[in-house]
């Protein structure tokens, strides 16, 4: 199995930014794409940003040019830096891991407010 724990979230102005990082335990060898949702209050968990192991990302068309995704291997670390921000990404941010045979692994979620 895979743990994940989530750290980064808060509250910040328009325009400003923030970096989420999420930290994987365990079995992480198995772990083949790392992903960033987001749920917003009233709306469903929506795909924002991944990255597969060879390092192509992909990004939902309402963060592009401002969400980059990156990953640090030695550290099973994967994170997800936001910039410019705007109140619509408010939400809670939640990361995941998919792994070999399916299995998907969540962290904890973080609440990220975008409000001044």
């Known amino acids: 199995q895979v743990q994940l724990v989530e750290s980064g979230g808060g509250l910040v102005q328009p325009g400003g930014s923030l970096r989420l990082s999420c930290v994987a335990s365990?079995?992480?060898?198995?772990?083949?794409?790392m992903e960033w949702y987001r749920q917003a209050p009233g709306k469903q968990r929506e795909l924002v940003a991944s990255?597969?192991?060879?390092?192509?990302?992909n990004y939902a068309d309402s963060v592009k040019g401002r969400f980059t995704i990156s990953r640090d291997s030695p550290k099973d670390t994967w994170y997800l830096q936001m910039d410019n921000l705007k109140p619509e990404d408010t939400a809670l941010y939640y990361c995941?891991?998919?792994?070999?045979?399916?299995?998907?692994?969540w962290g904890q979620g973080s609440l990220v407010t975008v409000s001044s």
């Open positions: 365990g079995r992480t060898f198995t772990t083949y794409h």
């Open positions: 990255i597969n192991l060879s390092d192509v990302t």
């Open positions: 995941a891991s998919v792994q070999y045979g399916g299995q998907r692994a």
